[in-house]
């Protein structure tokens, strides 16, 4: 694997590792504000990365089929959409933020409900990952430099994750390290997703423009279910609009300017 490739895929848990180790320079978790800001900042990434990084080179790959180039942005995206929809029934966990437990009972801890809900969050960013790596090997629209722009833009949101899931973790009484170690944790699902999506993309080419459009509606659900209704809990706030905005035109430039 060239190194092009591997930098993409390692730079997700970097993110969510350098936003755990908050754990060992800060003492106080992080305040609702900060933690509602970071969650708009993430949701603009996100969204703007399923737009340029993802749906619009699936058409663009598709071009061969005319005015049918829609067809696999609009079935992958839906088949997305569905695909974390059953996760979210089946896999009992609990949003960080405002601590709404979701999916079938279950006598898991509180932390450990936690970490599968940011679990649950990263496995559409490591397929997107992974299936722009594949595009980037097949050539065409996806370059490694989009793929690389896509790892870093997730990697700039995953930083938040990363203390989201360990300061709260040291405020219960976790030690440092083994905060640290579950924040890390809850952010390896992202590789191991990108390397399996990459070898399946890579054995079924011509399904790539379902791929890429597919995780861009498992990203697009995470943002609608998940971070935007945290983003908007408690009194209201148009910094978290803002915000929100910024992230979106951030990854939009990385994107375009890079990619």
């Known amino acids: 694997m060239s190194r092009q490739i591997l930098w993409?895929?390692?730079l997700p848990l970097a993110g969510t590792s350098l936003g755990a180790a908050c754990v060992f320079l800060m003492k106080r978790t992080l305040n609702d504000t900060v933690q509602r800001v970071l969650m708009a900042?993430?949701?603009?990434?996100?969204?703007?990365?399923?737009?340029?990084?993802?749906?619009?080179?699936?058409?663009?790959?598709?071009?061969?089929?005319?005015?049918?180039?829609?067809?696999?942005?609009?079935?992958?995206?839906?088949?997305?959409?569905l695909f974390l929809l059953i996760l979210d029934r089946v896999i009992p966990h609990i949003h960080p933020k405002?601590?709404?437990?979701?999916?079938?009972?279950?006598?898991?801890q509180q932390t450990t409900m936690m970490i599968l809900a940011v679990t649950l969050h990263n496995i559409p960013e490591g397929m997107a990952v992974g299936?722009?790596?594949?595009?980037?090997?097949?050539?065409?629209?996806?370059?490694?430099?989009?793929?690389?722009?896509l790892a870093l833009g997730i990697a700039i949101q995953?930083?938040?994750?990363?203390?989201?899931?360990s300061m709260p973790l040291r405020a219960e009484g976790t030690g440092r390290g083994k905060a640290f170690l579950w924040g890390v944790l809850s952010g390896a699902v992202e590789p191991v997703?990108?390397?399996?999506?990459?070898?399946?993309?890579?054995?079924?080419?011509?399904?790539?423009?379902?791929l890429l459009s597919f995780a861009a509606g498992a990203m697009i659900y995470v943002?609608?279910?998940?971070?935007?209704?945290?983003?908007?809990?408690?009194?209201?706030?148009?910094?978290?609009?803002?915000?929100?905005?910024?992230?979106?035109?951030?990854m939009l430039t990385l994107d375009t300017a890079l990619g």
């Open 8 to 10: 993409p895929l390692l």
């Open 41 to 81: 900042f993430a949701a603009g990434v996100m969204t703007a990365a399923s737009v340029w990084s993802l749906l619009i080179p699936s058409m663009e790959m598709a071009g061969d089929m005319g005015r049918f180039a829609f067809v696999p942005a609009v079935s992958g995206f839906l088949a997305g959409i």
């Open 98 to 108: 405002t601590h709404l437990r979701e999916g079938p009972r279950s006598r898991l």
């Open 131 to 149: 299936v722009v790596c594949a595009g980037a090997l097949a050539g065409g629209s996806v370059t490694s430099l989009g793929a690389l722009t």
């Open 158 to 165: 995953n930083f938040p994750e990363g203390a989201i899931i």
């Open 193 to 210: 997703c990108a390397a399996l999506t990459l070898a399946a993309s890579s054995l079924a080419v011509p399904l790539l423009p379902y």
């Open 223 to 250: 943002v609608v279910e998940e971070l935007i209704p945290e983003m908007s809990a408690g009194r209201h706030m148009n910094v978290t609009t803002l915000v929100f905005s910024l992230g979106f035109c951030l």
